[in-house]
């Protein structure tokens, strides 16, 4: 069975303009270099990483939002990186998205209802009739009472709002959902909640979930995989518990060491390090930054199946 | 999916509020607004039914022998130097402000809109050619640019309602580019581009929505602006030619008898003022209840 | 900051050069010359010769750089309205009625304004701050030929305090110095108030005050100095209605200034002395801008570093 995303060398870059010359000079900068990334069918993957790792730029180059500089992108085994936009469309519908800020992913001049609606508005899914009446399904099936649908976004708390948000995503029925830290904006028990709903939904429907986020306790009750990120790069990629039991790389590993745990004795081993020190053990890290020209290149080796770290090779 | 169903407060009890009813409450809080805008409704009766409360149409001269009297039971505002009621000049020449002002104003708007979107919504070459556009326009004064424009084409009504509109889309413009800009890197802009909508529709059923709120203090306040182009040219004598009555032109005249007939010129002044500055009012409350981050800007 | 100003000084030209075709091409494609059959019964091989001395049968490009090329000389040509001198020197004479009222009127509406303004934002919703906000809205919504109809009518011919116009004896500039002033102390007295309240709304102001600094020292070191940023981008606002109230002003106070030439000139389709003093106020203007951009880039070092405001 082929896999509901793949990503394969997924790179993007942006040219920054040095302010003060006299003529346009552009460097490059590298916010995310060969990523290669697979979501099997029914399965939820976590992708992790500090802010700045490039994650979300990931998940948006997927759902072609942004457009990548180079690699390939395959949704249901089907190439889309260069479709144009109407041939693109149908594959719209089988990828959908949630976003962090549940307070700007909703139109405020829009009720819930036409919300909700609107991908079957956009994709002309039966009358305008049957628009409504499938959109205010969806906002029961998120928990909402159907009367909300005539309500406004400003009138929800946080958590309703990503209920929405994610009715809205799962509308079209799509094979994946790219979820960017849906529930990192949101309060503890909230977010247990939106959690509940993503894992119920995705079993009902058997839903390929990107799951993007630096919450690790939420990653690892949640997920089947795990890749972490790390300036642009994946460094590690395992089952999750695999990961979270054996990390290989030391980002992955001081990663883990900064989870609070509620044990004082299991603390004991924890090492916390200081950025500089850490970007001196992980492999040429300094050099990228600082423009010089490739050493020897880090790969991704196996280390037991289906996990791979990052290494360099000599 | 259990017990989703039973949240807590997951039953509505209240009438749903649109953003708007939140303006509405802040705009009957300014009381300068609100007179502004009943006196701007006031005028715009006064203009439409101007020959229900008038005895003698603007341009008739059916007091030659009273000509330059004094305000009297008879004449409101006395009669003018032609023998024409004065009353009547006054009344009709809210009919020629008014109309001038909202007809630049949809023009304004008709013009501002679509570059403002389109600039703000695709940046890039686009963007740099309308601000350029921009920048030709703000370092031309409209009122110098109108003058040679009327006097080189003549004025005329129409010419003046094209050249305020031509000078007033620029803050539209700007208004509608700076919402746009800001909206189209939200979230939902970026759920509907995931969805595959188009350019068109993103603009037509989500940018410009969000954008009322600036298309409407655009379009109100460039009313005024066209109001005070449209007398400031008829005074000048390049704007609405005589016998069309226009209080600029009035005002004119006026200078030149103030000295013994000061109703001549005071009813025309005293009327334009109160016109643009309650259309003025009315606009100013409008931007700051319907975007109030923008106030006293 | 050099390539900045430079780059603005580029854009600024292209601006300028623009500006100049359109109203050349304005003023010349319009139907009706100053020597057509309408205006001047001549004969026709007399219109001829006349517009081939003016160089008016030639193509408008032609023309055009003929005319920008004795610009760059100070040759504007002669007005038509004046014949005796050149109209750089009738500009020469213009200019300084024009720069004493309005110098004048800015430089006493300026302070003024401002000081209403930073009055009015200290002491909210008291007097000090409703009469601020209604010589504000009064001043920027008038128009200024009506303000000064409303001044000759009180002060001249009800209580016949001052002369209503000329030029000559101080007395006389009384009232229009006042009407010029109107608008920068309008202008000012508006943005000084919005500027003011925008900073000490701002949350560095409540640490300042929560780590025990004075109101005075707050108010003086650090929210006068951070309302100053916005001010600036008023200066070109202000500046160009200054200019445009002049032609009003000038009308209306029988003042021989530059506003005064310009109404005539348009009266009479004086078109040397028209592109003349279209051209200067155009020159003006794109300094004006072009001023206010570099005191803006300078005053915030958040744009000193890099590109331009967008």
Known sequence: MTAALELRGLCKSYPLRDPNGWLPRYRELRVVRDVDLTVESNSIVGLVGESGSGKTTTGMMALRLTEPTAGRILVGGQDITRMEAAALKPFRAKMQVVFQDSYSALDPMFTLAQIVAEPLHVHGRGSAREQTETALDWLERVGLHRSYGSRYPHELSGGQRQRVAIARALVLRPDVLIADEPTSALDVSVKAQIINLLQDLQAEMGLSILFISHDLSVVRSLTDKVAVMFNGRIVEEAATEDIFIRPQHPYTRSLLDAIPVLNPRDRRDRVFRSREDLEADIPRLSAVATGLPPAPTPRLIPHGPGHRYEALVQ | MTDLTTLPGAVPDHRQRSPLHFAWRRFVANKAAVVGGAVLILLILMAVFAPLITKSPPTAQDFLGEALAFPSAGHWFGVDDLGRDFFSRIVYGARVSLSIGFSAAVFSVLIGIPLGALAGYYEGRIDWIVMRIIEIFSVVPPLLAAMLLGALVGGGYWMIIFIAGLFGWVQVCLLVRAQIKAFKEKEFVRAAQALGASPGYIIRRHLIPNSVSPIIVGFVLAIPLAMMLEASLSFLGVGVPPPTPSWGQMINTGMSFMYFYWHLAVFPTLALAVTVMATTLFGDGLRDALDPTLKGK | ?310
Request: glycine fraction near 8%.
């Open chain 3, 1 to 310: 900051m050099i390539p900045f100003i430079l780059r603005r000084l580029f854009s600024v030209s292209v601006t300028f050069v623009i500006v100049s075709i359109l109203i050349f091409t304005m003023m010349h494609s319009i139907p009706g010359g100053p020597f057509d059959a309408g205006d001047m019964p001549l004969p026709p091989e007399v219109r001829a010769r006349l517009n081939e001395r003016y160089g008016l049968d030639q193509s408008l490009v032609t023309q055009y750089i003929n005319y920008m090329g004795g610009v760059l000389r100070f040759d504007f040509g002669i007005p038509f309205q004046s014949p005796g001198e050149t109209v750089l020197e009738l500009l020469g004479r213009a200019w300084v009625p024009s720069l004493v009222l309005g110098g004048l009127g800015v430089l006493i509406g300026t302070p003024l304004g401002i000081l209403l303004g930073i009055a009015a934002a200290l002491r909210r919703n008291t007097w000090i701050d409703y009469l601020a906000s209604a010589v504000a809205t009064l001043g920027l919504t008038i128009p200024v030929f009506v303000t000064s109809m409303i001044m000759i009518l009180v002060f001249a011919v009800w209580l016949n305090w001052v002369p209503a116009s000329g030029w000559g004896a101080p007395d006389k500039w009384i009232l229009p110095i006042a009407a010029y002033a109107t608008i920068p102390m309008a202008t000012y007295a508006r943005y000084t108030r919005s500027a003011m309240l925008d900073t000490l709304n701002k949350p560095f102001v409540t640490v300042l005050r929560a780590k025990g600094l004075s109101e005075t020292r707050i108010i003086y070191q650090h929210v006068l100095r951070n309302s100053a940023i916005p001010m600036v981008t008023v200066f070109l606002p202000m500046f160009i209605g200054t200019a445009t109230g002049s032609i009003f002003v000038e009308a209306i106070f029988r003042v021989p200034g530059l506003g005064a030439y310009f109404v005539s000139s348009i009266r009479t389709r004086d078109y040397p002395l028209e592109m003349a003093l279209m051209l200067m106020l155009t020159v003006m203007f794109c300094l004006a801008y072009l001023i206010s951009d570099i005191l803006y880039a300078w005053l915030n070092p958040r744009i000193r570093a890099g590109g331009r405001k967008g």
